[in-house]
């Protein structure tokens, strides 16, 4: 059973950057797609990005070009680069992981703060 927990989150201006982090146990991430996840309040949780086992990426074209996804395997973490953050970036993140050969994600991270400033 995988554990994930997410870290990283805070509040930054506008423009600004950070990177979230995802630290998983009980399993090995070389063998999970994994993924973030947002939520803003009063809204659906929605796809941020996705790394595939084999390393295929995916973003949601609202993060294309400032986002970054990468796993680092050896550390048995995922990350999330963020950069030209805006206010509608404001949200939970979370980090999921699905083993490879499930199509749903079945492990969840506790989720992380990002806000936004204007």
């Known amino acids: 059973q995988v554990q994930l927990v997410d870290s990283g989150g805070g509040l930054v201006q506008a423009g600004g950057s950070l990177r979230l982090s995802c630290a998983a146990s009980g399993g090995t991430l070389s063998t999970y797609g994994v993924a973030w996840f947002r939520q803003a309040p009063g809204k659906e949780r929605e796809l941020v990005a996705a790394?595939?086992?084999?390393?295929?990426?995916n973003y949601a074209d609202f993060v294309k070009g400032r986002f970054t996804i990468s796993k680092d395997n050896a550390k048995n973490t995922v990350y999330l680069q963020m950069n030209s953050l805006t206010p509608a970036d404001t949200a939970a993140y979370y980090c999921?992981?699905?083993?490879?050969?499930?199509?749903?994600?079945?492990?969840w991270g506790q989720g992380t703060q990002v806000t936004v400033s204007s």
């Open positions: 999921a992981a699905r083993y490879y050969l499930r199509n749903t994600y079945d492990y």
């Open positions: 790394l595939t086992r084999g390393g295929t990426t």
